[in-house]
């Protein structure tokens, strides 16, 4: 056995860095990895629309490749993207950017992400998020040499966001608030008088907002809010926006970030040296989505609501609690009266009844007494899944 000049052991050094080694795995992959091994599962869990990308999109992708369009595009994204795209945002919110100088085509909504994070944040630097959030929020603020502060929100809060949380948690060290309504994993929605005392709060300490609004039209008897445009927030917001769930476009990975030229500028040199661009025939598919997308999107939209309604109603009649999401496409039902973890719920949920749902631990610790469910699948599905969690909840009732 190998020793030292001293005869010790040479100490064991993991080729990864300690940043990555102390990030944990992704709480829903792990679930995933498990399903895949399983037959007839009803699945509650993958956050994708099931619908096809609509057809006029796909075939101008398609018309794109038989013309040869397979090369690289400026690394800002295809003008014409850029150039639709800044028209959608003047006409959608009465928001104008540039499209030469504040506008960012990226790899999806988790690139813009991990790039306005790394453009923004310094070694220590703090970022105040919502418990529980989207998965990716926390280990990306992380990776960039920044640190995770959680403010708790709560089912008897309809899950929004208090400012007076946020202000507790200022530091000297806060950079940045980050936020994403309509909110992943539990469907709630701020309404434009809570947004509002956030914006103060991030104006009175000289904050940057990011505001992830991947689901903005996926909204259910309630108007969404974009934060950018309250007033004085434009240059200070980082606005976040993509085709995946509005137009079914999941897999061609294509989101934008929209923000002032020197936040744009900066995440620009980061893209550059890692992705380059995003490709070309996604960037083709957005410029159909944003012209004539639109009828497509508010037909999905519409079957959405339906499936939200069914299963809302479904989980609280099988003695589920759960309280009317009114955004993106998930329910986030208590599962408190059963007295086992989310974990443990979620598991036993899959095994027994094979039925897929993601435990609320995966997104904070506020998560944790919740599951979440998505209704992106059809009324079927859905009615079977009740009906499978109807039995495995009657068994395993807390009495």
């Known amino acids: 056995m190998s020793t030292s000049p001293r005869g010790q052991h ?33 699945s509650l869990g993958v956050g994708e629309p099931d619908f096809a990308t609509p057809w006029h999109i796909r075939e101008a992708a398609i018309q794109s490749l038989e013309k040869g369009y397979t090369m690289y595009t400026s690394n800002l994204g295809m003008p014409e993207l850029r150039q639709e795209l800044s028209r959608h945002l003047k006409n959608d919110y009465n928001l104008e950017y540039d499209p030469d100088s504040e506008l960012l085509i990226t790899v999806g909504v988790s690139e813009a992400l991990d790039l306005a994070m790394r453009a923004i944040l310094n070694p220590g630097d703090e970022v ?10 926390n280990p990306c603020v992380t990776l960039a040499g920044g640190i995770p502060v959680m403010a708790p929100t709560n089912q008897e809060n309809n899950f929004e966001l208090s400012a007076t949380d946020i202000e507790a948690r200022v530091t000297g060290r806060t ?8 909110a992943n994993p539990t469907g709630a929605v701020m309404p434009r008088n809570k947004l509002e005392q956030i914006a103060k709060v991030a104006q009175r300490h000289q ?20 934060l950018a445009t309250l007033p004085e927030m434009k240059e200070s917001t980082i606005f976040l926006g993509g085709f995946s769930k509005a137009y079914a476009m999941t897999g061609w990975r294509i989101g934008y970030a929209a923000a002032n030229r020197e936040i744009i500028a900066a995440m620009t040199k980061i893209h550059q040296y890692t992705m380059l661009c995003a490709p070309i025939m996604g960037q083709v598919a ?17 079957e959405y609501n339906r ?34 973890t989310s974990e443990e719920f979620a598991e036993r949920l899959l095994i ?22 998505c209704y992106a699948t059809s009324l079927a599905d859905i009615g079977e899944a009740l009906s499978r969690m109807k039995r495995f909840v009657d068994k395993h009732k807390k009495i």
């Open 10 to 42: 040479k100490k064991y050094h993991s080729p990864a860095s300690q940043r990555v080694n102390q990030l944990s795995p992704s709480g829903i992959r792990k679930f995933f990895d498990l399903l895949a091994s399983m037959d007839g599962v009803v």
């Open 175 to 182: 950079k940045a608030i980050l936020i994403g309504y309509p």
């Open 128 to 137: 105040i998020m919502p418990d529980p959030c989207y998965v990716s929020y």
């Open 307 to 340: 499936r939200r309604l069914v299963i809302v109603k479904g989980l609280n009649d099988i003695g589920l609690p759960c309280f009317e999401p009114h955004g993106a496409f998930y329910a986030f039902p208590s599962i408190k009266s059963t007295g086992m």
């Open 352 to 373: 027994d009844e094979k039925v897929a749902a993601v435990p609320g631990s995966a997104f904070g610790q506020c998560g944790e007494g919740y599951i979440r469910c």
């Open 207 to 226: 904050l940057l907002v990011i505001s992830d609004e991947i689901y903005a039209k996926l909204v259910y008897g309630v108007e969404h809010t974009c």
């Open 286 to 302: 957005a410029v159909e989505a944003l012209k004539s997308g639109e009828d497509s999107s508010a037909e999905m939209i519409e």
